[in-house]
């Protein structure tokens, strides 16, 4: 059972050891070749862009949730919301990218912070078109928001997730704000007939 | 060890998997390894809720008084119903005495013993084995981690959730929950 | 690689509108061989994959629409990958396939191992007289196929078409225009070694096999 600090011995072990690999650069191209389709069927429109991308991580973030859970042998809620920061940011980023973002910028409530991401293996091989838009309407790594978005629904909390930077936009780093919006009761069964 | 029934709810309360496992009439297959449970033949009568629908060809032989009242049990939707009712008021119960780390794990009549598994995520498991089986724990984990999110999860054409149980009733994960539960009888 | 849309080639950095990190995180900065060993969790893919069919889904009307929009996703990546995977061979070997023979084996051998972590299973030449344009790629356990359970009703369905289109950028990308298609091949039956067995068919355009046979000569 995982104990209630990351550890990260214990990821790397993890990712080591229970995670079948890929090439990374196969993830890398798939994923840019679903956004440079998504470009095109929106017409570069690229705020429904983040929007698709956006659900689409809400999606991936509904099943990830199970194999997260299965593969890091988690059984209990995190106490807090830091307590889940760091699962995300040293548990749940380490065994699916194999990065460590790095948590930062808490709001003294303890109900927003930020990931920093030193490196983001999907802005590997990109750089966004030269249109006079793209730099400022785009999020290209937007489907992660909805990953967490997703992810963190399944386990009762509903949250925002939105990048606030990227290296691809020229910003110096790439950040990603997270803030708890509150928790989620149980779904109760209907009532009965 | 028998194995009768097996359900999955989803975090909507909803049921989206059923299978029952027919009680096997051969006493040569299951009699060794339920030794312990006592009653031998006598066993597969007493079939608890979900096996119901099957109930049919057993009665011919049947002997106990029970069957009648099984006969007339409703439609396995209903049998869902009911043991997630059961088991949610079971499960809250527990952690409003023990504490939120407390877990309903299973509970045992006199027919048959029903076991208990919750994922963080709100996946419900629930088996219904005969009163011998020890603890189902570690299986029904293994099921969720080996079997629902290796096929049902990870696969592309199964839906995200699964309103009536679309996408769970896929060959590979049945093939392979079968197979499984076969492996341990 | 993965400039967004069509037409847009990369022009020196002083010619355009982009603005870049002044911490040099940029495409230019890095090493292009950075990624070339790297991996990620074959969940991701799985997920990013699924998600791929999905959307593809709900915008097609049958079964041969669905493959063919995964071939079309396929397709650009196969096209960066030949130059990828060429940059990265020995200046010696550095040059594109020039036969067909040639290519079939840099899609069997280096574009497999560099995607999958091993060769494709088998490579075929078209034994019918009547279709000598007909190569064919075996893979007995296509990787994205892992997780895919496809239902009766769609039992024609072959999600592989994604790697079908992959296969067809690199055809395409070193002047071998062909179709490719992905087909399972694999029986049902009890005790069958690879159920999930699929087949490439690999059918290059008329004018390849008449060059070909020029070249042959001379």
């Known amino acids: 059972m995982a104990s209630s600090k990351a ?88 065994i699916f990218l194999n990065i460590t973002p790095t948590i930062t910028n808490w709001t003294s ?37 909805g990953v967490l978005r997703g992810a963190l629904e399944m386990v009762q909390m509903q949250v925002e997730a939105k990048f606030v930077s990227d290296v691809l936009r020229g910003n110096d780093t790439t950040e990603m704000r997270i803030s708890l919006i509150r928790y989620i009761d149980d779904e109760l069964p209907p009532e009965d007939d | 060890m028998t194995v009768y029934s097996f359900y999955i709810f989803d975090r909507h309360t909803e049921c989206i998997y059923t299978k029952t496992w027919l009680p096997q009439t051969s006493s040569t297959s299951d009699g060794p390894s339920s030794g312990g449970g006592g009653g031998g033949g006598q066993q597969q009568q007493h079939g608890p809720p979900g096996t119901s629908t099957s109930t049919s060809t057993t009665t011919g032989s049947g002997s106990g008084s029970g069957n009648t009242t099984m006969q007339l049990r409703a439609s396995s939707a209903d049998d869902a119903k009911l043991i997630f009712g059961t088991v949610f008021s079971l499960r809250n119960m527990v952690r409003k005495l023990g504490g939120d780390d407390d877990a309903f794990v299973a509970f045992r009549t006199a027919h048959y013993k029903l076991h208990y598994y919750e994922t963080a995520s709100s996946l419900r498991l629930v088996m219904l084995t005969d009163t011998g089986t020890p603890s189902m724990r570690n299986v029904l984990h293994q099921v969720y981690i080996n079997l629902w999110v290796e096929y049902v999860v990870k696969n592309p054409l199964s839906p995200v959730e699964h309103k ?21 009888m | 690689m993965a400039h967004l849309g069509p037409g847009k080639t990369a022009s020196s950095k002083e010619q355009t509108g982009l603005r870049y990190p002044s911490n040099g995180k940029t495409i230019y900065h890095r090493p292009l061989n950075r990624t070339k060993t790297a991996e990620l969790s074959q969940s991701s893919f799985a997920y990013l994959f699924s998600e791929m069919v999905t959307y593809a889904q709900r915008r097609v009307t049958g079964i041969q629409e669905l493959e063919k929009r995964l071939n079309v996703q396929g397709h650009p990546i196969g096209l960066k990958l030949l130059d990828l995977l060429l940059m990265r061979e020995p200046p010696r070997t550095q040059t594109r396939p020039l036969t067909i023979i040639a ?57 592989a078409a994604f790697v079908a289109g992959i296969i067809e950028g690199v055809c395409d990308g070193a002047m071998f225009p062909a179709r490719v298609t992905a087909h399972s091949v694999g029986g049902k039956e009890e005790g069958e070694m690879w159920p999930g067995k699929t087949v490439f068919l690999v059918k290059f355009q008329p004018e390849i096999l008449e060059r070909e046979a020029l070249l042959g000569k001379s």
């Open chain 3, 103 to 159: 290519l079939l084996h840099f899609i069997k051998i280096n574009l497999w191992t560099h995607l999958f972590g091993r060769q494709a299973d088998r490579l075929e030449k078209s034994s019918n007289p009547d279709t000598p344009d007909e190569y064919m790629i075996v893979d007995n356990e296509p990787v994205v196929n892992a997780y895919i359970s496809v239902p009766r009703e769609m039992s024609q369905l072959n999600c």
């Open chain 1, 109 to 145: 409530d303890g109900k927003q912070f930020s990931l920093v991401f030193d490196e983001n293996p999907f802005a590997d091989f990109v750089e966004l078109p030269d249109d006079g838009r793209a730099q400022d309407e785009l999020w290209y790594s937007n489907i992660l928001c």
């Open chain 2, 164 to 184: 009536r149980g679309v996408g769970v009733k896929n060959e590979l994960f049945e093939m392979a929950l079968d197979q499984f539960i076969r492996g341990l």
């Open chain 1, 7 to 94: 550890s990260r011995l214990g990821e790397e072990y993890v990712w080591r050891t229970r995670m079948d690999k890929v090439n990374a650069e196969l993830v890398v191209l798939t994923y840019g070749a679903m956004v440079a389709q998504l470009c095109k069927d929106f017409d570069s429109d690229y705020v429904k862009v983040n929007q698709q991308l956006d659900k689409m991580g809400y999606n991936i973030g509904l099943r990830l949730i199970e194999d997260y859970l299965a593969k890091s042998n988690t059984f209990k809620r995190c106490s807090n919301f830091r307590e889940t920061a760091e699962m995300i940011a040293k548990v749940g980023f380490k």
